[in-house]
């Protein structure tokens, strides 16, 4: 157990819709950040977040956003879902914004229908 | 374009035999990681690699980085079946950002 907790563990939902995917991290960590794990694309780095401020951004869509919050909770929103959004989002965290070992969730698996 | 090369994808070995993961990268960089995902799972950080020449064992496991060749191997030594899993190798971008390989998945069969 990493000490990072994710929120739900599964989703379905329909093309078009929106859903908000939540992540704890580990007591003590700053640094949030949110992969997306697809077999067709591998393991995709999207956004990073440190002590609430957007820190670094890889291959993360428009339709998609995420926010820190003061408690360090993250949220990822993804919108005007896509058959192709269908993967599993893990959720990462690390001791501050610079180069450490990044702590892994059990992941969501978000299915589109 | 990064890219960050694994080979092989798939590695099918005998129980008790040894193999080389290898990770070639196309940047600069004095930062790699080792993770391990088991099918369905999250990632476990394995070894963190911090400088040229740098060598990391853990159990049957050693990883080392030549940062000159931009190049990391992963050695299994004595494969066992636990070990079966896919690994990755991620390089640390200096700007927070990380990229993995493509992984790859051992399977260690008796």
């Known amino acids: 157990d990493s000490g990072v907790t994710q929120t739900p563990k599964h989703l379905i939902t329909a093309t078009g819709q929106r859903v908000t995917l939540r992540c704890s991290p580990r007591?003590?960590?700053?640094?949030v950040y949110w992969y997306q794990q697809s077999l067709d694309q591998g393991l995709q780095f999207l956004i990073q977040?440190?002590?609430?401020?957007?820190?670094a951004k890889g291959n993360i869509l428009e339709r998609f956003s995420a926010q820190q919050f003061p408690d360090l909770h993250s949220e990822l929103n993804l919108s005007s879902l896509e058959l192709g959004d269908s993967a599993l989002y893990f959720c990462?965290?690390?001791?501050?914004?610079?180069?450490?070992?990044?702590?892994f969730g059990p992941g969501t698996r978000l299915t589109v229908l | 374009e990064l890219k960050v090369e694994q080979n092989p994808l798939f590695l099918s070995m005998q129980e008790g035999k040894n193999y080389t993961i290898y990770c070639n990268y196309s940047?600069?960089?004095?930062?790699l990681y080792w993770y391990r995902q088991d099918p369905g799972k999250s990632l476990e950080s394995l070894f963190v690699?911090?400088?040229?020449?740098a060598v990391k064992q853990e159990g049957r496991l050693m990883a080392s980085l030549d940062t000159k060749a931009r190049l990391s191997t992963l050695h299994i030594t004595a494969a066992v079946h636990d070990l079966s899993a896919t690994y990755f190798c991620?390089?640390?971008?200096?700007?927070?950002?990380?990229?993995f390989g493509a992984g790859t998945r051992l399977t260690v069969k008796p």
């Open positions: 007591s003590g960590d700053l640094s």
């Open positions: 990462a965290s690390s001791a501050s914004g610079g180069r450490h070992t990044q702590y």
């Open positions: 690699l911090l400088s040229n020449g």
């Open positions: 991620a390089v640390d971008l200096n700007n927070n950002d990380m990229r």
């Open positions: 940047t600069t960089s004095d930062r």
């Open positions: 977040y440190y002590n609430g401020e957007e820190r």
